[in-house]
Every structure is written in structure tokens, then in C-alpha cells.
């Protein structure tokens, strides 16, 4: 079956540095997220991206924040400048999305565990 | 208006017991209700998923109970057995045009004793 893949599981960076979180979406889906979840929290979206755009994002997502798809495959959350709030989980989902289908599945990867020191 | 409130935030049960995990939410735009299931180590793993159009579905053991006047639904675990002992996400979205933002409830913790 296929799943959404992400890299790395686990990621320590000192506070003020950048860190770029990757995903491999399923490969025929459109529509990608990424969410986090503060340990002990539930679980907080943070940006939607569809046809190369953000289609949506919360207020988490400031200019900190920024999302890429560099290529056909790899879907990237990077954070410019890491504060230890963003220590975290964060978790890549891609669904399929087509004009009038409404809300489909969306499919997670097992995610990055983010520790900011 | 956007939250989605979950209980209980934990729960027992033995072998063959029928676990019940209650959601509700207050935004009526709201048209897409999924259940997930995590894994210690693991990322959500869509269950089961209803529409408001439905009062009821059925996967396996796994059953949504919607009620869109009391803007509640429930997950029940029928014949529950020790590897279904996990953390259950409900969850909402909906709104119309491009929002496909998930809405998380905060959890349960279920745990199934041989």
C-alpha cells in the first residue's frame, strides 16, 4: 500500500537555526499538509498546498515558516529561525483532491520529531 | 467555533468490551468527520470516516455514530481486543471552497486488557 514518506524521524538543531523537514507524498495525490503536534497536544494544522501554491495556513505559520515542492516528489516544512516553542512533531499528509470531490482522506507519514535545544 | 471537544480523554475496558469515544463540535460548516488511530512511534492512520448526510457507518468492527442536531458523533469498538489499544483522534473539516483543514479533537488513550 502506499504511504506518505518522512525524513528524518528524528531531528536536533540548536535554537536559531534553520531545519528543513522532508516528505514524499503518495505519489498520485495533489493536495499536501503539513500539521504538528506539541507533545501532550493535540494535533494543529499548519499549511495546505495545492497546484504549487499554499491554499491555506494557520496563524502557527508565520513568516518563519515556508513549504516547498521542489521536484515531483519531495513535498519540504522548512523554519528559518528554530525557537524551542517549534520543538515538536510534525507530520507531512497528502490526499487526492479534485474540483467537487470535497473532503478526501488524508494519509500521514509517521513524522519528524523536531528538538530544539 | 472551530474546536472539536473529544472524551473521555482516557479509557479501560477488557477483552470483548465495546469502548465508546465521544466527539463534538460547534461550527455547522463542518462536512467531513474522520477517526484516526496512532501508534506509539506511528503518524494517524485514517479508521473510519462519515459525512453529515448519514446518521451511521460501519467498517469491521469500527462504527460512527453521527448525530448532526446535537452536532455530536461517536466512535464504537465492537468486540475490542488488546491490539486495538491506541490513541483515537476525532476530527473535523469542512467550510467550503478550498478548507480541507483538519480540526482536532485532544485524544483518547484506550486501552484493552486481555
Known amino acids: 500500500e502506499p504511504e506518505v514518506t518522512q525524513t528524518p524521524s528524528h531531528q536536533v538543531t540548536q535554537m536559531g537555526q534553520e531545519v528543513i523537514l522532508r516528505c514524499v507524498p503518495i505519489s498520485n495525490h495533489l493536495y499536501f499538509y503539513w500539521y504538528r503536534q506539541i507533545l501532550g497536544q493535540k494535533v494543529e494544522f499548519l499549511v495546505s498546498f495545492y497546484n504549487n501554491e499554499i491554499s491555506e495556513k494557520s496563524e502557527i505559520f508565520d513568516d518563519q515558516f515556508s513549504v516547498e515542492r521542489p521536484d515531483g516528489s519531495n513535498f519540504t516544512l522548512k523554519i528559518r529561525s528554530t525557537k524551542l516553542e517549534d520543538s515538536a512533531m510534525y507530520f507531512c499528509?497528502?490526499?487526492?483532491f479534485g474540483p467537487g470531490q470535497g473532503n478526501q482522506p488524508q494519509h500521514f507519514g509517521d513524522g519528524t520529531r523536531l528538538s530544539i535545544l | 467555533q472551530q474546536q472539536v471537544k473529544q472524551s473521555p480523554q482516557s479509557l479501560i475496558v477488557q477483552k470483548g468490551g465495546i469502548p465508546i469515544i465521544n466527539c463534538a463540535y460547534e461550527n455547522t460548516a463542518f462536512d467531513y468527520f474522520p477517526w484516526y488511530q496512532q501508534f506509539p512511534g506511528k503518524g494517524p492512520a485514517l479508521l473510519i470516516a462519515?459525512?453529515?448526510d448519514v446518521s451511521e457507518k460501519k467498517e469491521g468492527r469500527f462504527t460512527i455514530s453521527f448525530n448532526k442536531s446535537a452536532k455530536q458523533f461517536s466512535l464504537h469498538i465492537m468486540d475490542s481486543q488488546p491490539g486495538d489499544s491506541a490513541t483515537y483522534f476525532c476530527a473535523a473539516s469542512g467550510g467550503g471552497g478550498n478548507n480541507r483543514k483538519l480540526i482536532w479533537g485532544l485524544g483518547t488513550s484506550l486501552a484493552v486488557n486481555p
Open positions: 462519515i459525512r453529515p
Open positions: 499528509a497528502s490526499s487526492v
